[in-house]
């Protein structure tokens, strides 16, 4: 079971070599949850009596998957609840179709990001660990737009076909 950010980014470079098509080369990724902040949730599981309840409802509405970025695309697998191990790959889509909006870098502990899934009308919520904030930079350098706030600093915004990120900046294995 991997503990590790280097070791869960290695199953997801295995598992992602055995469905990428020839060329494709892996950037970064990120492991993330569904849902509301964890810190909210930590808050309400600590309420007496019934914060058990909340805790376990929270927790098995909670969603885990990794999402990857290539060169070309973002990947998206789910992740194992228990293990953090990538399960089954469920989708990819292109970097020019931007999925990603509102990623917000918190400055403690947790982190967040909206992601359109295919076939859904409405971003999902997704947050991360601080971990992840070197890879999350890789995201932001393909897809600046997608930084929340980023409108009122006259980033532009996507322009279909053009990806912006450079693809020699792969982040280290160096856990910070």
Request: proline share 8%; glycine share 6%; with cysteine.
């Amino acid at each position: 079971m991997p503990l590790t950010r280097a070791g869960m980014r290695k199953q997801v470079v295995q598992n992602l070599s055995q469905v990428a098509p020839p060329g494709e080369e892996f950037v970064a990724c990120v492991h993330v949850e569904t849902g509301m902040s964890p810190w909210l949730a930590h808050l309400l599981e600590r309420i007496p009596l019934v914060g058990g309840l909340i805790g376990i409802a929270i927790y098995s509405s909670r969603e885990y998957y990794f999402i990857t970025l290539t060169n070309t695309s973002l990947v998206v697998h789910r992740a194992a609840r228990l293990t953090n191990r990538p399960k089954d790959f469920m989708f990819a889509v292109p970097i020019a179709a931007s999925p990603i909006s509102d990623i917000k870098k918190g400055w403690l502990l947790w982190s967040r990001m909206h992601f359109l899934f295919p076939g859904e009308l409405k971003p999902s919520r997704l947050n991360f660990h601080r971990i992840w904030n070197a890879d999350i930079q890789h995201f932001i350098a393909a897809m600046p737009h997608a930084v929340e706030g980023a409108e009122k600093f006259g980033v532009a915004p996507a322009i279909p076909g053009q990806g912006t990120f450079a693809a020699d900046a792969v982040p280290s294995d160096q856990q910070r």
